[in-house]
């Protein structure tokens, strides 16, 4: 069975006393689950609490925070250095996602200057990529992924790899009103990224895991989740309760078996 990252990000959704209950349910779960490597991306305020709990049950899931800036500390009102996030305890750091660049004036290339800093402290940089429903109209989703990729990885060395990992979330499949993707579409564009990976590393750059997040469900999981160059799934809603989370990993577990 090929190695599978699954994940969730909560956005600004659960109050602490909520993410501690869905936390502890998770990790009895995911401990009958052990060829899959699981994260979860609570708010910022939840991050210490849920990594005591996650500590004290001695479990792998893997804790993400979702954003950071790119210097150690300074003059900037409502952000958080991988400096914090380092004492914490974090160990993913979810950089460029499209509600950041929509809402956030994100640019690939603040982008490019997070998975940087993310890297020096140590982090996994998760790097979000996708394109919008523009992009998918006009037939150039494959320049702007790459061109997103490319300098998101820009001066990213061939000694980092292994150490981040790249999610391609298509801006038009997130969200309460998103489209759930075909999946000869997201086969097709994962083939294309792993091109690109490999334009930018050599054959080194097959070993750069992945993801895919947009309306991932139990249903259309099983759809993605074998393909070759799909390692992993970033889930939305659908994995916001521990039992639809677990319904998805035995449906995982059970296709790629």
Sequence with gaps: MKKMFLGTNWKMNKTTAEGLSY?????DIISKYPEFEFFIIPPYVQLWKIRELIDSKKSALKLGAQNVHYEDAG????????????????????IGH?????????????????TLAALKHGFTPLVCIGDSMQDKKYGVSKEVLARQLKIALHDVPAEAIGKFWVAYEPVWAIGVNGIP???PLVNDIHNHLRDVTVELYGEAGREIPLLFGGSVNIDN?????????????????????????????????????
């Design 75 to 94: 003059q900037f009102t409502g952000e958080i250095s991988p400096t914090q996030l380092k004492e914490i305890g974090v160990d993913i750091l979810e």
């Design 221 to 257: 999981a099983r759809q993605y989740a074998p393909f070759e160059n799909v390692n992993g799934l970033f889930i939305g809603r659908s994995a916001w309760q521990p039992d639809s989370f677990e319904d998805i990993m035995k449906s995982l577990h059970e296709t790629l078996a």
């Design 181 to 183: 993707a075909e999946a």
């Design 23 to 27: 936390t502890d349910a998770l990790t």
């Design 98 to 114: 499209s509600e950041r660049r929509q809402y956030f004036n994100e640019t690939d290339y603040t982008v490019n200057l997070k």
